[in-house]
């Protein structure tokens, strides 16, 4: 009989994706939890919110009326009629109601975006820090990632004519988070007319705009940029529930672009999944068009925990901190600490800092590598008020202790 091992079966894409960093750290978390240690995990970015009454009320009076049953694969025409008038009045993106896809988080949203327009060799612009799952998303397509650096002192938003440097003939999409996981860094009107006026000198040019967290601002208007002229069919729109709205657990999310770019969206959704969930399409009508009450409440909630978590880490010396003007995380640049030991533990990188961190002081967050920033660490912010303080109580004595 012939030797088999099941991991030689592993396809190249698979094995060209690295598990995520958020992923790794939250289970390292839970594990030192089941031994009885006191971890507090700062690590993923889930609203530590119920998700609001009236929008749990709206899903239970859908599953009662019968809408338990399969969703077109597009989306169920009554929520993207709701969407298209919701993008018009508060994005100022005139979106029909054909041009938006529903889908199982907008997660979902992005792969389908990627792997409805770009081809195996096509080159995606990140701008680093960026959301660790596109990075995987675009090499399982057969894309390759080009990543454009930022560094604190830029507020991690890279200036125009760095991305124009990186443009090049197989460069297909570039891809926007604004506000941006993990850094919280928003970008400006002015800003990001500097960087439409690059894309629209390329025919073949896209954007992805990923504007899931633009409920969670504080300082500055969120901006989209597929409302600038002539960028609506240049831009494909994403966005979902889980953040503003606490639904994180419902997974629904949508993506809004040109006509023909929206029906291969849904033909991919089509070929790898289905129609989003029925009854919470339903219940997320409630959510656009009923009170925003406990938007505005998680808002607050939200800035004065930033204030907290600001206030703390700008009191230790050594730590290099952007106020983040939007979203629920922290990037903290701690590379003046690379080099420095404690007992028999040397910190070398974030990586190292962060696994001292959750060993040690039992406070997990995620490196900054997972997003393409090898000198930060990411802190959510999205716990408890008496979770953070005994989480930044740790990392002050533990920084503070590096020799």
Known sequence: MTSFNPANQLSRRTSAVEEAAIIVMAGKARQLKAQGKDVISLTLGEPDFDT???IRDAATKAMNDGFTHYAPVPGMADIKQALSEKLKAENNLDYAPNEIIMSNGAKQSFTNAIFAT????????LLAPYWVAYEGIIKMAGGVPIIVQSGADEGFKPPAERIAAAITDKTRLLVINSPCNPSGAMFTRSELENIAAIVLQHPHLMVISDEIYEYITFDEEHFSIGSLPDMIERTITINGFSKGFAMTGWRLGYSAGPAPIAAAMSKVQGALTAGANAFVQKAAISALTGPRDDVETMRQSYLERRNLVVSALEAIKGISLNTPPGTFYAFPDISSFFGKTSGNTRINDCNDMCNWLLEEHLVATVPGSAFGNETSLRISFAA?????????????????SLA
């Open 384 to 400: 408890s008020v008496d979770d953070l303080k005994l989480a930044l109580e740790r990392i002050t004595r533990a920084l503070n």
């Open 118 to 125: 770009i081809d195996p060799g096509d080159e995606v612009i």
């Open 52 to 54: 609001p009454r009236h």
